[in-house]
């Protein structure tokens, strides 16, 4: 078919716009370089608490060098290390082990925050209790050598045979006399909420009254007990001033109010450290990496 001069025109006015697109294709096939891009942000925001673990359950067979790696990966801050436990850290270490210890962790990400005992004061055995004590002298000395903060102890129930006001009165000396022991090592004495009557916060608060030593103070330890009486909010508040260190069970459970936990303890400007004390896993530190998501999104950091 001929091509009429109108036609024509048309077709190389198309032509020569369509240059441009072509060249621009053209040129796609040599990309510019492209600008380094940084990493993404992580979406958690800081948080004020600190989040750890106890070696209790999650941790009870790693040593001291697998600790440290797996809380680094999980972003754990911080270790209550139990006594008893494959870790080894235990008053028979010697001034060199024990400075080996303490090198190890303030070489790492990871604080040895504490270590937890099993150490309580309620015994009517007036010698046993002596022991108890003298006993926990010599850990309070280990936690100060291997810097650690702090040592936790707890008491473990009520003789029947004795008055209740009678054993929480002893509780509370003992815990004074200690107290009064570790601000002299520049250590912290942390009451846990443990054991059978032990474990409500009126007898808490009764103890820690009668202790009256800045140096000894409250592990919390998110007990169903702590919603007995005139409820959580009450016992919380009526405990804010002691609080020295918590322990949480695991973040899912829907018999604990963990979320308003986390919100009241951000609300009373506590600072320190929240330890999972949850069973083992075959895969622990992916665990901890969804317990570290869920404690940061109970407090509207994720």
């Known amino acids: 078919m001929k091509t009429n001069r109108r036609q024509f025109l048309t077709s190389t006015a198309l032509s020569l716009a369509s240059l441009p697109l072509l ?9 510019k370089a492209k600008k380094a891009t940084a990493p993404l942000p992580s979406l958690a925001k800081k948080s004020a608490l600190k989040l750890g673990t106890v070696s209790y359950n999650l941790a009870m067979d790693w040593d001291i060098p697998t600790i440290i790696a797996n809380c680094t990966e999980a972003k754990f801050e911080g270790v209550e290390l139990r006594t008893t436990h494959q870790h080894g850290v235990e008053v028979t270490l010697s001034p060199q082990q024990r400075a080996e210890v303490k090198q190890r962790f303030a070489d790492s990400p990871v604080a040895l925050a504490s270590l937890g005992s099993a150490f309580d004061y309620h015994t009517p055995d007036q010698a046993k209790l002596k022991r108890d004590i003298a006993a926990t002298k010599e850990y309070i000395v280990l936690a100060r050598d291997v810097g650690a903060t702090g040592i936790k102890v707890r008491p ?24 009064e022991f570790a601000q002299a090592h520049g250590q912290k004495i942390f009451l846990e909420v443990h054991g059978g009557g032990t474990s409500l916060l009126p007898n808490i608060k009764t103890i820690i009254t009668v202790a009256n030593h800045p140096s000894a103070g409250v592990c919390w330890n998110s007990n169903a007990t702590d919603l007995a009486g005139n409820g959580f909010d009450y016992n919380l508040d009526q405990m804010k001033n002691s609080i020295l260190t918590v322990h949480m069970r695991d973040l899912y459970l829907e018999d604990y109010p963990f979320r308003k936990l986390l919100t009241s303890l ?12 949850i069973p083992g896993s075959s895969d622990p530190v992916r665990i901890m990496k969804y317990y570290r998501s869920l404690w940061l999104a109970y407090q509207g950091l994720l």
């Open 23 to 31: 060249s621009s294709v053209a040129l796609g096939a040599e990309p």
């Open 266 to 277: 951000n609300g009373i400007g506590y600072n320190g450290f929240c330890f999972a004390e």
């Open 156 to 179: 473990n129930g009520l003789p029947k045979e004795v008055p209740v006001e009678k054993t929480l009165e002893q509780i509370g000396r003992s815990l004074r006399e200690l107290g």
